[in-house]
């Protein structure tokens, strides 16, 4: 399927899941990793569906899909190794349950009962940013400690490691984007900035955020820019492969475009039928990341229908583990908020704790049965 928009792209494999050569990047790996990224696509699209569900019944107080975007994830996370260290935004959801966080955990950041406590450190994950665009500049302090630390351009290629920044392209049109790249270009910092351009930043589509293709955006800043189809899980990891490698080495920075699309919402807020046209979705399903590395591995004989059938088996075992764990989660308790604020809260932030909690201590707490049913309505009322 040709796009006159994104002739420039890498493409390894087309959406009718043929290999495709291209001159510059190649994919090494064999037929049994590719099928290694086709589950982790299959159980992260059903974890997100999931999720999805549960926020709508009033489990959860928000979620941001991911929904064809899975190809950019897997590929891009199956590049990085330790001592790499990942940044997420709070949409990365595959590449979360990739490094090793649990699924029902991940659904407590989004239902209200903790901070972030996911125990990814140890995989080099970080946690998930909220604030659009800030995680780019943590990134490239982080990798710049790692300059400091030694970390980079070793002989010995295992010693070396680079960070790795996701975030949209919406994110591009903050400052804080930009000021990252500022300060990577200028200490060539070992980092790779991985965009997901999913065509729309909320209800904006790319069209009016940039009149130019945004990895051309890094040409400016003095260091390489490249676009893949963010839809090809093969072109997504061979490229990541090579930008974290010129990272590791010294060599400074690297802007990846993954171009690809968002089948579902910004978040559950959100109703994308309002900003964008039925035939437009149609016509990235028909690109659809899962499909087109399925069509690949049974046209070669790596898999067969006995192959997926055990992975839906798989994927509907973790649906259920997913719903039964979430609602098995407690409910948040809004005076912990308080204590994960600040180190030492100022004497306002206490007074208003108190305030709370006399608040709270008003009124009768009802039963089991009834608080979910209490917490059901508030979900309702849009209380997160």
Known sequence: MSDPVVDDFVQLLTPEGERVQ???????????QVAGYLRDMVLARRFDNEATALQRKGELGLWPPALGQEAAQVGSVNATRLPDHVFPSYREHAVALHLGVDAVEMLTTFRGTAMVPWKSAERGLHIYSF???????????YAMGMQRDGLV??????ANGAAIVYFGDGATSQGDVNEAFIFAASY????????????????????????????????????????????????VQAVTSWALQRARQGEGPTLIEAYTYRMGA?????DPTKYRSRDETDRWRARDPISRAQAYLLASGAIDQAWLDSLEAESEQLAVRVREGCVALREPQLE????????????????????????????DHPSVPDAEAAHSQSQAQGAF
């Open 153 to 158: 351009g070793n002989p010995d290629p295992d």
């Open 131 to 141: 604030v659009i665009g800030t995680q780019t500049l943590h990134a490239v302090g």
């Open 336 to 363: 912990e908020f308080f204590e994960h604020v600040v180190i030492d809260p100022p004497e306002i932030l206490l007074e208003q704790r108190d305030d709370y909690l006399e608040y709270e201590a008003g009124f």
């Open 266 to 270: 910004h978040t559950t807020s959100d």
């Open 188 to 235: 060539t910092a070992p980092v790779v900035f991985f965009c997901q351009n999913n065509q729309y930043a909320i209800s904006e589509p790319i069209a009016l955020q940039s009149k130019i293709p945004l990895y051309r955006r890094a040409s400016g800043f003095g260091f390489p820019g490249i676009r893949v189809d963010g839809n090809d899980v093969l072109a």
């Open 22 to 32: 291209h001159p510059d990047f190649a994919f090494g790996g064999s037929d049994e």
